[in-house]
């Protein structure tokens, strides 16, 4: 099976911009330990919306991932408090990757 992707782009209540990187920081730790995730970046695309790229071996490590420390309850428990919204989620599949760097 293909590698698969998920880019999500969600908007930070104003003011909050530190606190959702220390959220996005620890949401990498937990990354960093789920063995079926294969890469994690954040970007900042303006100053209250921010986009978020995991990769991940096998929909066996999506699912992980969904239901993990990071995942969808994590995420949404900060609705109103953090984030304005739940997040824009985009599923895909990697075609092409490459050399890391």
Do not use: K
Request: zero cysteines.
């Amino acid at each position: 099976m293909s590698e698969l992707a998920v880019w999500a782009t969600i908007t930070v209540l104003p003011g909050r911009q530190a606190e959702a990187e220390r959220f996005f920081a620890r949401s990498r730790a937990i990354l960093d330990a789920e063995p079926g995730t294969t890469s994690f970046f954040v970007v900042r695309i303006d100053d209250e919306t921010y986009g978020v790229f995991d990769t991940f071996a096998d929909r066996a490590a999506l699912e992980a991932h969904i239901a993990g420390g990071s995942g969808r309850d994590a995420v949404y428990a900060q609705v109103g408090t953090l984030f304005a919204a739940p997040p824009a989620i985009t599923n895909a599949t990697v075609v092409e990757r490459g050399a890391a760097g």
